[in-house]
């Protein structure tokens, strides 16, 4: 199996792109720790995946961050990937419209708490010489008329930067930081702008591939990434949206 004897963490996993990734992790031989803030969802899936286990913590919670991290080299020993994959998405408002705890909010989510991960999780990957996998978005890489979710872009914008800077930083202890930027994918995040058929036919047509994503099309490339199949691979963004991005 491609993932015999690794620890993974997957941030945000009790459903969504998360819970598909830790589903495919699992199924390649890692053993699969998920967190999420919302304990009923995540008592769900962990019912729904074999060992899998299951962490309540808020990302905006430095100790709960850090609890995450203390439990599972209490319970595992170690720690081989991460995934940093909890989000969220903002009301969608123009920019002078937001107010300043909004904007907040969600930098807060998506990026200072994908620093409190890495930043707890990172002594403990450079024993493994272990990796790591941000996900992004395509709203960090372009802007899209109407998409109105500065913050959100802006977060996402920065998780590729700092993927960057990781994987030069990071490189001497062999800890591989890669990316992946998702097109629009069929969860609970996007199910308010898929509420009509007229919605669903204009996000379809948004991709050349001429449909949106499923949320295992995002796991199996953090399944590469998270691979030796991607032992030389380091500060790559890789696009995971149908061809979104290149219109
Ligand atoms: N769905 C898409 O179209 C899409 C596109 C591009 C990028 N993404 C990114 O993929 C990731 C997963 O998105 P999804 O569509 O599966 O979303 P989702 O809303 O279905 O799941 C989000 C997950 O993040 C967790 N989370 C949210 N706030 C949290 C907090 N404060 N503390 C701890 N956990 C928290 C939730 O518990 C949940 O498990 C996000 O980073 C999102 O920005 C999604």
Redesign the pocket.
Known sequence: MRLSDKIALV?????????ATAKILSENGATVII????HE?LEKAVLEIPNLTGIA????NKDNVKNVINKIIEKFGKLDILVN?????PTIKQLHEIDEDEWNEVLD??LT?QFRFTKEAIPYLQKTSGTIIN?????GIKAYQGFNADA?SAS?AALIILTKCWALEYAKDKIRVNCI?????D????KPFLKTQKDIEFMNNEHPIGRI?Q?DE?GKAVLYFASEDASWITGAILTVDGGESIK
Do not use: E, L
Request: charged share 20%; aromatic share 6%.
């Open positions: 941030t945000g996993g009790s459903r969504g792109i998360g819970f967190t999420a803030k919302n969802r913590a808020d990302i905006r994959n909890a989000g969220v998405f989510v998506n708490g996900i992004s978005s395509d709203a959100y996402k930027c998702p097109g629009v994918v969860t609970d995040m996007t994503g949320p995002i």
